[in-house]
């Protein structure tokens, strides 16, 4: 029983913990900060488990952006919070549930305990062909030229969840922009630091992009502090939600799947196969299809925030 | 019993207590939470499968962790999808008014602390 | 002298956590929102400063000693923020039990 073990057994009862309050807190609002600070917990979780870009994709995206999601969807349906309290089901219900839930966990359980030993791997070959890609990163690696297919189809899947948000917005503001006609005044204090923080962000969000082709972060990572930044000017009024219709807007919404597209068609001529790079030209492609996609991801992200239009298009 | 199967076992009862909190609970939003917390648990296994398979000077196997990164941003899509739902299903219900609702709290908070 | 350093890091650590013992304690016994945000700005502001402090000597490098700092600079200018911001709104909404 070694302190870091100590730490770990700790560290994962704090988890289950925080996690198990937000099911049982009463209120909405409470269960959602809840479910930001078991995010954070989360990302602590996931660097014991030596995956620091994990970490940081889910204290970014996991944590941030969900929580600003999630608290903003609270504030909203504030009125209807207690209104379905009395369909809660009775005790023996829930004594059921909870029965076949621990049922789960109990075969869940097992299964971890019964993972085959010496554990499978496709580590070594990962290693081994990690020189191809001119990368040094083994996780952008595995995103951007192993698993490339999996990177592009998510990119699509952003882009359909985006149209399928804004098909949300009644007929009459088809084509507006998100947001309520009027914002309340937002804060001094608010607007201060929405001066101060995005250019910092900026440069923190292109860093880690950067350094993600030898080191821990990516493009997502960047995408999602760059979505972060653009969504605190919002909320301190300094810049405005564009309209859905805004022809700028939703290039730089295509150009992020359409360039891995592109690249991976060309893949055809020029190398073997499908997004497969030509062995010299691996590294450039790889950070032309990552810049286009920190882009796009942010602006994506930041609009599946904002949500669908609420006002009508200007004439 | 190492850290690895310690996680292993949390992860396990992480997603039992979300789907738990997914059947019990009666609100949407509460819903979305719970759903949140069991996806979040599958992916703990997958970084437990993933850690397991530390090899060739790596601290994991890359694969599955590549796999849980595009879980997560996919997860999130998903879950503003479902709240856009949530929240066109609440102003329907009330009767189609204008939309929007209250103002969003004023400086509710910036969105990323990293 | 990594002997003296240790010493030092460990020092201001416990330092730090102490800090944080003192602010989570406050959040949970001070009566109201305007006394829990004054405890919790302790935690933030002092508490984190003593620990990156702490963490310093073990920073490898210069440049690494300096991000552990932005991260510091940051945490202070959000944590300040907010409080300001949880401040008004309590002030406008009045003490809640």
Known sequence: MTLAWAFDAILAATVLAVAAWTIVARETFAAVVGFVAYGLLLALVWVRLAAPDVALTEAAIGGGVTGVLLLGAAARLRGTAGVLVDERPGAAMRLVVGVLCGIVTAALAATVLLLPDPAPTLAPEAAANLTTTGVGNPITGVLMAFRALDTLLEKVVLVLALIGVWSLAPDRFWGGAPGPERRAQPDDALVFLARLLPPVGIVIGVYLLWVGADEPGGAFQGGALLAAMWLLAMMAGLATAPAVSERRLRLVLVAGPAVFLAIGLAGFALADAFLAYPEAYAKPLIIIIEVVKMLAVAATLGLLVMGPPERPPQR | MSEVTLFGLGASALVGIGLYGFIIQPEPLRRLLAFNLLGSGVFLLFGVIARRGAAAGMGGDPIPQALVITGIIVAFAGSALAVALLLRLHQADRGGAAPGGDAPPAGGGDGDRT | ?97
């Open chain 3, 1 to 97: 002298m990594s002997l003296a350093l240790d010493i030092f890091s460990v020092l201001a650590i416990s330092a730090g956590a102490f800090f944080f013992l003192a602010g989570t304690v406050g959040l949970l016994r001070f009566p109201d929102a305007l006394t829990r945000l004054h405890a919790l700005t302790k935690a933030d502001n002092l508490g984190l400063g003593l620990v990156v402090l702490g963490l310093l000597p073990r920073a490898d490098g210069a440049l690494g000693a300096l991000k552990l700092v932005v991260v510091w600079v940051l945490v202070l200018v959000a944590a300040g923020t907010v409080s300001q911001l949880i401040a008004r709104v309590a002030q406008r909404v009045g003490p809640s039990p």
